[in-house]
């Protein structure tokens, strides 16, 4: 089945900085890649998504890259503020087939911003 | 619209008790799922309903049961609390026959078992 690394675990950033998420995934199928964010005492909310025939989105200040021949895909959160502080889950799945929608999920990436 | 609800928010449980969590969603989604979150392991599929009447095993579904009562609702049931069993638990649906269609989620219960 599929397996997905996330790194780093923490990230902690200053009020306008960067930030940057990394996701690995082990099955070449998976062809459907969204990111969540998840809030204190919240459930996971979908930020932003990437299909396999394309390279690159963006959405105001974020991003995601994907590269499918090393199977990685990236997060990309430019000028941050304190209110994007959150757990951040990348997550993989082949949404053709029999999936039925079922992802594989990242270990979760928790972001802090400093005012 | 309030999307996906999961009742209730919180519980406690000793070893051995049994207990039902109950999740409905309002989106006449056809797909639904139960996943639980542990530090540092994500979130990971427990077991999942593609339509009403039909449920299969997910990732790590020992020790739990489940029941698609109908399209709007999906239960997990522990009929034996074990301490491994402390957890916060998702549940979640999905649009099917649109096939990048995300996951909605529900904000959770949070199970200790002691």
């Known amino acids: 089945g599929e397996n997905v690394e996330q790194h780093p675990s923490t990230l902690s950033v200053q009020e306008g900085d960067s930030a940057v998420i990394k996701c690995t995934y082990s099955?070449?199928?998976?062809?459907?890649f969204p990111w969540y964010k998840q809030e204190l005492g919240k459930g996971p909310q979908l930020i932003i998504d990437?299909?396999?025939?394309?390279g690159e989105k963006k959405d105001q200040r974020i991003a995601v890259t994907l590269n499918k021949t090393a199977k990685h895909f990236s997060l990309h959160i430019t000028e941050t503020q304190p209110e994007d502080s959150a757990v951040y889950f990348c997550?993989?799945?082949?949404?053709?087939?029999?999936?039925?929608?079922?992802?594989?999920f990242g270990q979760g990436t928790i972001l802090t911003v400093h005012p | 619209n309030a999307g996906v609800t999961q009742t209730p928010k919180f519980q406690v449980l000793k070893t051995g008790q049994s207990m039902t969590l109950q999740c409905a969603q309002d989106?006449?989604?056809?797909?639904m799922y139960w996943y639980r979150q542990d530090p540092g392991m994500g979130l990971r599929l427990i077991y999942y309903?593609?339509?009403?009447?039909?449920?299969d095993k997910g990732e790590v579904p020992n020790g739990y049961n489940v029941s698609r009562l109908n399209k709007r609702e999906f239960s997990l049931r522990l009929e034996s609390a074990a301490p491994s069993q402390t957890s916060v638990y998702f549940c979640?649906?999905?649009?099917?026959?649109?096939?990048?269609?995300?996951?909605?989620f529900g904000n959770g219960t949070r199970l200790t078992v002691t």
């Open positions: 979640a649906s999905r649009k099917d026959r649109v096939e990048y269609s995300p996951l909605h």
């Open positions: 099955d070449s199928a998976s062809n459907y």
């Open positions: 990437i299909r396999s025939n394309v």
């Open positions: 997550a993989a799945r082949n949404a053709g087939g029999t999936s039925y929608g079922k992802l594989t």
């Open positions: 989106m006449n989604h056809n797909s």
């Open positions: 309903s593609a339509s009403e009447g039909t449920t």
